[in-house]
C-alpha cells in the first residue's frame, strides 16, 4: 500500500530537492565540438542547413576552439571542406592539406585542447562516396590504405585522436597498425563503430558538400533497424583496436547507446547529428520549441541512456548554459 506514505513529489518539491536526487550529470567534459574547415583567410560561411554554424578558415577556427575550450569544453573533431576533390580524395592525406594545416594552428594556440579528427574519404571525393570507387561499388580493402594515410598525415600534424567515420570493414586495425608502425602508438582511435544510414545527415552534406553523386551509403552504413548487428560493429571494432566507440546518430539510437554501454567496458561516444541539431533549430525559429531547453533535454537523455561522451553542434552553447 504505497500511497499515501510514498509521495515521489516531496522530492520533486523545490530545486535543492530536485539537484540533491538527480541521476544524470551533464557537464562540458561530456562535449566534444565539431568544426568545419576551409581554405582562404577571414571566411566564415553561414551553413544554411546548419543556423548559428559556419565553415571556417583556420584564423577563424582558432579563435573559436580557443573559446569552446575557454567554456570547459575538452575536445573539438574537425572535418575538412577541401577547395580540391578527385576520384580517390588524394587531397585528405597532402601533408599541408587543410586539416593539417588546421591541427597545426590549432595545437600552437590552444595546447591543451584535444584535437580530434574525421577520417573518410567523402569530403574529398568527387563522387562523395566514403572510399574508393569501381564500376560503381565502393571498394573495401582499397579504402583502408587511404584510411592509413589520412591517419598518418594527421598524426603528423599532431592530432590527439583520430576517429574513422567511413564504415570499411577492418579499418580500425588498419590505421592502428598504420599509426604503430610510425611511431604513433599513442594516438587513440575513436571509432564510430554502429553508424547508421541515417537521413538525419542531410544538413551535414550541405556544410560538407559530401553527397554522394550517385546511390546512397546503405551498402557501409548500418541499417537502422538493427541493434544485434550494432553490437557486432562494436565488438569487432574494440578488438580492432578502438579506444572509445561511438553510436551515431544519438536520440533515435537511444536503445544502442544503452545496449553499447552495458555490454562494453570502454568509453562510450554519441553524435548528436547535424539533422537532429537543425530539427531543434528549426522548431526554435517556429517558437514551437524552447531552443534551450530542447537542448539540454537530448542531451541529458543521450547521457542518461549510457554516452559518457556526446559530439554534438550545441557544444558552445550547452557549456555555455551548464555555467549559468
Ligand atoms: C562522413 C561523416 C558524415 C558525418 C560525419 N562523418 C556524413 C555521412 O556519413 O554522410 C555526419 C555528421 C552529421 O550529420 O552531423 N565523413
Given at each position: 500500500m504505497p500511497f499515501p506514505q510514498d509521495r515521489l513529489r516531496r522530492l520533486r518539491a523545490t530545486e535543492g530537492f530536485r539537484r540533491m536526487v538527480r541521476e544524470t550529470r551533464l557537464s562540458p567534459d561530456n562535449l566534444i565540438a565539431p568544426f568545419f574547415v576551409v581554405e582562404g583567410r577571414d571566411e566564415r560561411q553561414p551553413i544554411g542547413s546548419m543556423p548559428g554554424q559556419w565553415r571556417l578558415s583556420v584564423d577563424h577556427l582558432i579563435k573559436d576552439a580557443g573559446e569552446v575550450y575557454a567554456l570547459g569544453v575538452p575536445a573539438i573533431l574537425l572535418f575538412g571542406v577541401p577547395a580540391r576533390k578527385d576520384e580517390t580524395g588524394s587531397?585528405?592525406?597532402?601533408?599541408?592539406g587543410i586539416v593539417p594545416r588546421a591541427i597545426r594552428a590549432v595545437k600552437d594556440r590552444v595546447p591543451d585542447l584535444v584535437v580530434i579528427t574525421d577520417l573518410c574519404v567523402d569530403e574529398y571525393t568527387t563522387h562523395g562516396h566514403c572510399g574508393i570507387v569501381q564500376d560503381g561499388r565502393i571498394l573495401n580493402d582499397e579504402t583502408l590504405e587511404c584510411l592509413q594515410k589520412m591517419a598518418l598525415s594527421h598524426a603528423r600534424a599532431g592530432a590527439d585522436m583520430v576517429a574513422p567515420s567511413d564504415m570499411m570493414d577492418g579499418r580500425v586495425a588498419a590505421i592502428r597498425r598504420a599509426l604503430d608502425a610510425e611511431g604513433f602508438s599513442q594516438v587513440p582511435i575513436m571509432a564510430y563503430a554502429a553508424k547508421f544510414a541515417s537521413c538525419f545527415y542531410a544538413p551535414f552534406r550541405e556544410a560538407a558538400a559530401s553527397s554522394p553523386q550517385f546511390g546512397d551509403r546503405q551498402s557501409y552504413q548500418m541499417d537502422s533497424a538493427n541493434i544485434r548487428e550494432a553490437l557486432r560493429e562494436i565488438e569487432l571494432d574494440i578488438q580492432e583496436g578502438a579506444d572509445i566507440v561511438m553510436v551515431k546518430p544519438a536520440l533515435p539510437y537511444l536503445d544502442v547507446i544503452h545496449a553499447a554501454r552495458r555490454a562494453f567496458d570502454r568509453p562510450v561516444a554519441a553524435y548528436q547529428v547535424s539533422g537532429e541539431y537543425s530539427m531543434i533549430k528549426a522548431a526554435a525559429q517556429n517558437g514551437w520549441l524552447d531552443e534551450r531547453r530542447a537542448m539540454l533535454e537530448t542531451l541529458v537523455s543521450i547521457r542518461r541512456a549510457g554516452a559518457d561522451l556526446i559530439l554534438t553542434y550545441y557544444a558552445k552553447e550547452a557549456a555555455r548554459a551548464l555555467h549559468g
Open positions: 587531397e585528405a592525406w597532402t601533408p599541408d
